[in-house]
C-alpha cells in the first residue's frame, strides 16, 4: 500500500488543522492505519492509529481530547483532526499502515508515507 499524506501547515497555538492520508495500492480496509510525528532531534512519536472499518482506534496521551484519528474506506483516505494545538505539537507527520492493530503504543507499521510538516507557533 502506497500512502500520501498532506494537510500540514502553520497555526497559532489553540488553532486546529485536519491531516489527510490518500491509500493506494493494495485493499486499504485491511490494514490499520495511522500517525506518528517527530521533531527534529526526537525519536519518532506515537500518535494515533485506527482499526480496519474504524471502529476502534487509540491515541498518545499526548494527544488524547485533542485529536481524533478517522477513516473513510470508500475514498482510501485516513484523517487526523488535530484541536487546541500546542507549540510541543510541532513535527513532522507521517502516516502508516500494517496488517496488525497492535497494542498501546506497540504498534510497529510496515508502510509509510512521506511526511506533512506541523508548526505550532506561541
Known amino acids: 500500500v502506497q500512502l500520501q499524506a498532506s494537510g500540514g501547515g502553520s497555526v497559532q497555538a489553540g488553532g486546529s488543522l485536519r491531516l489527510s492520508c490518500a491509500a493506494s495500492g493494495r485493499t486499504f480496509s485491511s490494514y490499520a492505519t495511522g500517525w506518528f510525528r517527530q521533531d527534529p532531534g526526537k525519536e519518532r512519536e506515537f500518535v494515533a492509529v485506527i482499526n480496519r472499518n474504524g471502529g476502534a482506534a487509540r491515541y498518545a496521551d499526548s494527544v488524547k481530547g485533542r485529536f481524533t484519528i478517522s477513516r473513510d474506506n470508500a475514498k482510501n483516505t485516513v484523517y487526523l483532526e488535530m484541536n487546541s494545538l500546542k507549540p510541543e505539537d510541532t513535527a513532522v507527520y507521517y502516516c502508516?499502515?500494517?496488517?496488525?492493530?497492535?497494542?498501546?503504543?506497540?504498534?510497529?507499521?510496515?508502510?509509510w508515507g512521506q511526511g506533512t510538516q506541523v508548526t505550532v507557533s506561541s
Open positions: 502508516a499502515a500494517d496488517l496488525q492493530y497492535g497494542y498501546g503504543s506497540r504498534w510497529y507499521p510496515d508502510y
